[in-house]
């Protein structure tokens, strides 16, 4: 803190406003502290991909070996992944009008979007962590092996995995805030997305026009990239086409976040917020 | 019926049953071809019943402790745990509608009505699956209730009738499978209604899948009844009065 010397030596006490990178981080820190403890973390980061791994692997009538694998871990880590996004993204938001604390997020002198950033992003980050150690565990068991020639690029996909994750579930969770029927929403959004985003289910298993759609979604181009990483040469074109679905999905979703509040606040119902 | 509205219902949730039933069925293509899609087919239309049998179940005993009646029911005449069964009984048929009503759409977009259709005079089996879906589901919600842990034991339930239930996973490849899964709803059912479609008896599966079902009721029973004894005797836990 800081402020203006009233001559006696005393000092006027002006809080300092913290600035968005701080608000980001302390936010996202919060969610995951939050969400380290949550049962939902359990059951969508362990639960489900195990269930998941398991319904793709052993009933196959052959056994997975070398760049398959790469390619099935990758598609059960985006699929799982995505439904948790879709989950908490929408239960933050939701959490945060239920606790009455978005209204005072967006009466702060911290714009709420950037707390509501950062508390997605903490929490997706995690959804990844536990995911990828559930499937490593579930791997394990299995025997699976997936080959990786090129780290540094499966490293970075996984990193675009979080920055994408973090832009759907800040969308999705801003759609489905204003209804009542959110979670029921979210529900009935997040397995078209395992059956159109080419993870546990190949794009060549659609029909064309299907495939169309499937690349309107991130996941399929994050698949391509990340199964690339298995045996080369590395699909940076699906990277750009990552970036560039991520990057709709952020601008929707500030843009949708930022009509919503400036509806409540010239509608008068910021309070139920 | 009044408390869900038809439209949000339908809507969302017999959308969401749908979606996974395809993609169950799709991901048995993946497995293994056109004979894997049929078998996960099989499976896929009666794991359609759990998100009411085994999921939606839940909000059943969860409303009198949520809305505060619970003490009224506690100081009833009968004993809690049968009003919950009587008030199950929708949830129950609901599951069993939605099977057939996403066995109906998946079966036509993945030309497999005719599988549907040997399935048909199964359906006792069907039945006998919810019944069993909707004892566990009444007991997996009961230690649960009042606490933050409601969704993770219906959720884990159904992840473990998913990868136990011979629904996806061809049963007679793993012992602790089979075994765990002998317990477990819609494993005596989906095998009945397999050897059903390959012209052979199924009444000794039906049999089965009864026995499954009044074994988790019974489980139910006295759960509810000692929490309900807990309840009036400590004054604590969340069903005291």
Not at chain 1, 202 to 220: D, Q
Not at chain 1, 248 to 266: E, F, H, I, K
Not at chain 2, 21 to 50: I, M, N, P
């Amino acid at each position: 803190m800081s402020g203006p010397d009233l001559g006696d030596g005393a000092q006027r006490l002006v809080p300092r406003r913290p600035s968005a990178p701080d608000a980001v981080v302390a936010s996202a820190a919060m969610q995951v502290r939050q969400n380290l403890v949550h049962p939902m973390t359990f059951a969508a980061g362990v639960l489900n991909p195990l269930m998941f791994l398991a319904i793709v692997v052993v009933p196959r009538e052959e056994r997975l070996a070398g760049a398959d694998v790469t390619a099935v871990l990758s598609g059960v880590t985006l699929a799982t992944f995505w439904a948790a996004c879709v989950w908490g993204g929408v239960g933050i938001l939701r959490r945060e009008r239920w606790s009455g604390t978005f209204y005072r997020s967006v009466t702060a002198v911290q714009d709420a979007r950037w707390v509501l950033l950062g508390k997605v992003a903490g929490a997706t980050a995690l959804n990844l962590v536990v995911v990828l150690a559930s499937l490593a565990a579930g791997s394990l068991v299995l025997g699976l092996r997936p080959e990786v020639e090129h780290p540094a690029a499966l490293l970075l996909g996984f990193a675009a995995t979080v920055v994408s994750g973090t832009a759907a579930a800040q969308l999705v969770g801003s759609l489905l805030v204003v209804t009542r029927y959110g979670v029921a929403l979210s529900n009935a959004i997040s397995t078209p997305v395992m059956l159109l985003g080419g993870t546990i289910l190949p794009l060549t298993f659609l029909v064309p026009p299907a495939r169309w759609l499937s690349r309107t979604i991130s996941l399929s181009w994050l698949q391509d990239f990340l199964a690339s990483a298995a045996t080369g040469p590395v699909a940076w074109w699906a990277l750009g086409g990552a970036a560039v679905t991520t990057t709709v999905y952020a601008v929707l979703g500030w843009r949708l976040l930022t009509t919503m509040v400036d509806r409540a606040r010239r509608e008068a119902t910021l309070d139920l917020f | 019926m009044r408390e869900n509205p038809w439209r949000p219902v339908v809507v969302t949730s017999q959308f969401r049953i749908v979606a996974e039933c395809l993609l169950f069925t799709l991901l048995g293509v993946v497995a293994g071809g056109r004979a894997g899609g049929d078998y996960s087919f099989v499976g896929a239309v009666f794991l359609a019943s759990t998100y009411y049998t085994v999921s939606m179940i839940s909000d059943v005993p969860m409303r009198d402790r949520m809305e505060g009646t619970y003490p009224q029911l506690s100081r009833a005449g009968r004993p809690p745990y049968l009003t919950f069964v009587v008030r199950s009984l929708p949830v129950v048929g609901a599951g069993a509608v939605a099977a057939v009503v996403a066995g109906v759409v998946v079966g036509a977009v993945t030309g497999r009505l005719d599988i549907l259709v040997a399935m048909a005079p199964g359906v006792p089996l069907l039945v006998a699956a919810c019944v069993s879906g909707g004892a566990v589901g009444l007991f997996v919600i009961a230690p649960a209730i009042g606490t933050r842990y409601d969704a993770l034991t219906y959720n884990t339930m159904t992840a473990l009738i998913v990868v136990f239930s011979g629904a996806l996973i061809p049963t007679g490849r793993h012992g602790v499978l089979d075994a765990l899964g002998g317990v477990l709803p819609l494993h005596h059912a989906i095998a009945g209604s397999r050897a059903a479609m390959d012209g052979q008896p199924w009444g000794a599966y039906l049999l089965a899948e009864m026995a499954v079902a009044a074994g988790w009721a019974l489980v139910a029973a006295f759960t509810y009844h000692a929490m309900d004894r807990r309840g009036r005797t400590t004054g604590r836990g969340a069903f005291s009065s």
